[in-house]
């Protein structure tokens, strides 16, 4: 299921929203790209309110997927609906909502602005007035990859002292998930890799930037779940990557102030070594061999 799907089912889900939205085919009115005719014998009696959305995605060479997603709200200037209320609703149900498509791929919305409409009005049609809600949809993929791995480690750290919390990676997420107070969502990705120039015969000393997203219901439960991982690699001073080796938290910065959805919260700063491993040697094959054999006497072993 793609994400276009993924953000529909969503919203036909959403109780609240269901509630205030007209139905087609006995399904809440919200529709990919464009509504179906007016003359559609899925319209049962009213047509409004209604949605319809559309995405642009774009190439990210970070995130592979970056894109923004338009929803519209379409309600008659009749008094019996307005769609700001609409536009609580739906912000509510898709801001933070992680998305995970059939490939496991993991996307989320973040909720921008919202502009007002109006349409039609003329030869007698009635006035129709509406909002567009505009969210951000970025991808989240995993950053895993060989040992040893710093976001990896990192990873299994902040499982390890937050286990109720979903770590993208390493955690499976459902199809449409949301953070909550008890259960916050969290995200480490590579900034930065770089050889530090202090190799020994042991190993090449590498320094790295991660940082980490977190996604928690309210500004205030992102603050303290912030400073709890941050109070914890200070007193720690490293995590253990996968391969046992150490990598040392040099510097942890929060930033308050970052969108949890492009830059996080959290910016570590580490060092890790990469393990010199001699190189493999030819290997001798079909070795023939000639000499004498004898067995030795009790004696001349002794």
Known sequence: ????????????EDQTLSAQLAQ????????????????????????YPRIDFAIDWAYSPERQADGSCAINIWCLNNGQAYPDDVGVAVRECLRDTFLTDDDGEVYALEWQRTDAF????????????GVTLTFDLLAFPSQITIEPDPVAGLCDYIKSRMPDALVIGIDKLDRICRPTAERSIIYV???????????????????V???????????????VLSRTLCNAMALDGECKL?????????????????????????AVTGRYGVPWV????????????????RYGTEDEFH
């Not at 087609?24 to 047509?47: E, I, K, R, S, V």
């Not at 001699?278 to 054999?293: D, I, Q, S, T």
Request: charged share 20%; aromatic share 8%.
């Open 118 to 129: 109006e349409a039609g009005g003329q030869d007698g049609q009635p006035l129709t007035i």
């Open 278 to 293: 001699p190189p493999e040697e030819p290997k001798l094959m079909h070795a023939n061999m000639k000499g004498e054999f």
């Open 242 to 266: 996968r391969d046992f080796s150490p990598m040392l938290i040099k510097r942890v910065a929060i930033s308050a102030s970052a969108n949890p959805l492009r830059q996080g919260q959290l």
């Open 1 to 12: 299921m793609a994400a276009e799907a993924l953000i529909l089912e969503a919203i036909q």
């Open 189 to 207: 990705r590579l900034s930065g890799d770089s050889s530090a120039m202090r190799n020994s015969w042991a190993v090449a000393w590498m320094d």
């Open 209 to 223: 930037t991660l940082q980490v997203h977190i996604f928690a219901p309210g500004a205030h439960t992102r603050q």
């Open 24 to 47: 087609f085919d006995g399904q809440p009115a919200a529709f990919y790209q464009m509504a179906p005719p007016d003359t559609d014998a899925g319209w049962n009696g009213l047509q």
